[in-house]
């Protein structure tokens, strides 16, 4: 079982950075993809970013490409989210999720509490 557990949320001013990471234990981390979702008040739960379990294919929603990074550490069991020029349209509670492919949430088997990402204009 890859339980995941997500750090680095908080309020930032429009236009910084966050770096999210998502620790996972047991020795299978490496087997998993692992996505970021995020849900914001009042909508549904959205796909962010994903990444193949040896790290080499991305994918991301189009409202963060270019501006949010995903990454993974396999020798740490951690992933990343880095987040760029950020917007206030970005706050959202942000999810780690694995064991799953793409952007389709019930296709991931595990998931985190969830970290609070706060923007402010």
């Known amino acids: 079982q890859v339980q995941p557990v997500e750090a680095g949320g908080g309020l930032v001013q429009a236009g910084g950075s966050l770096r999210l990471s998502c620790a996972a234990n047991?020795?299978?981390?490496?087997?998993?993809?692992m996505a970021w979702f995020r849900q914001a008040p009042g909508k549904e739960r959205e796909f962010v970013a994903a990444i193949s379990s040896s790290g080499g294919s991305t994918m991301y929603a189009s409202s963060v490409k270019g501006r949010f990074t995903i990454s993974r550490d396999n020798t740490k069991n951690v992933g990343y989210l880095q987040m760029n020029s950020l917007k206030p349209e970005d706050t959202a509670v942000y999810y780690c999720a694995s064991g799953g492919w793409g952007t389709i949430q019930r296709t991931y088997d595990y998931w985190g509490q969830g970290t609070q990402v706060t923007v402010s204009s």
């Open positions: 047991g020795r299978t981390f490496s087997s998993y993809a």
